[in-house]
T-cell receptor, first 113, second 113 residues
Framework: DAKTTQPPSMDCAEGRAANLPCNHS???????VYWYRQIHSQGPQYIIH???NNETNEMASLIITEDRKSSTLILPHATLRDTAVYYC??????????????FGTGTRLQVTL | NAGVTQTPKFRVLKTGQSMTLLCAQDMNHEYMYWYRQDPGMGLRLIHY???????AKGEVPDGYNVSRLKKQNFLLGLESAAPSQTSVYFC????????????FGSGTQLSVL
């Protein structure tokens, strides 16, 4: 699985968009980009995933560059409850096999008033 | 719908004692996982199961045993606890369809003195 690089920490003002970058320059054609987050003292929570097209759901948007070497998770209107560690994970689609996700240290997003 | 439930939430053990952590899911997921998370680090996979009656080793299996006698339950055992096993333990489950959307429990904080 491709390695990912994320900034260790970021700040964002409440109500503004939070843009969290992830570099995955060694990604291969069949690897998906997944985002999870972990709010303090809780288990990780799935946010979104994508292959090559931009994706949006009720939680966030995922923008993947055309060469797929980087991506950005966008929280359109960050709130204090979005303060968490955000993990970017790249993984091949192993249909029917165990999801042995590797969680690195992620980006600690601090949303402030 | 409770999702993934872990018991207990907190436990303190003395070195050499044994204990079992219980994970239960009510989503009829085939795949279940045990992770550990040490301070300031990402999650590391201990063991996983791809179905009732099956188990497999993850990244850091030493010192742990698991059992999956029922589809909805995944037990993690420590036969002889060591201080190095002080950690937060997370259980997760998933469909195993290739999509890496895992559902995590709220964690068990274990301290071994």
């Amino acid at each position: 699985d491709a390695k990912t690089t994320q900034p260790p920490s970021m700040d964002c003002a409440e109500g503004r968009a939070a843009n969290l970058p992830c570099n995955h320059s060694t990604i291969s054609g069949n690897e998906y980009v997944y985002w999870y987050r972990q709010i303090h003292s809780q288990g990780p929570q799935y946010i979104i995933h994508g292959l090559k097209n931009n994706e949006t759901n009720e939680m966030a948007s995922l923008i993947i560059t055309e060469d797929r070497k980087s991506s950005t998770l966008i929280l359109p209107h960050a709130t204090l409850r979005d303060t968490a560690v955000y993990y970017c994970i790249v993984r091949v689609d192993h249909t029917g096999t165990a999801s042995k996700l590797t969680f690195g240290t992620g980006t600690r997003l601090q949303v402030t008033l | 719908n409770a999702g993934v439930t872990q018991t207990p939430k907190f436990r303190v053990l003395k070195t050499g004692q044994s204990m079992t952590l219980l994970c239960a899911q009510d989503m009829n997921h085939e795949y279940m996982y045990w992770y550990r998370q040490d301070p300031g680090m990402g999650l590391r996979l201990i063991h996983y199961s791809v179905g009732e009656g099956t188990t497999a080793k993850g990244e850091v299996p030493d010192g742990y045993n698991v059992s999956r006698l029922k589809k909805q339950n995944f037990l993690l055992g420590l036969e002889s606890a060591a201080p190095s096993q002080t950690s937060v333990y997370f259980c997760a489950s998933g469909h195993g369809t290739g999509l890496e959307k895992l559902f995590f429990g709220s964690g068990t904080q274990l301290s071994v003195l």
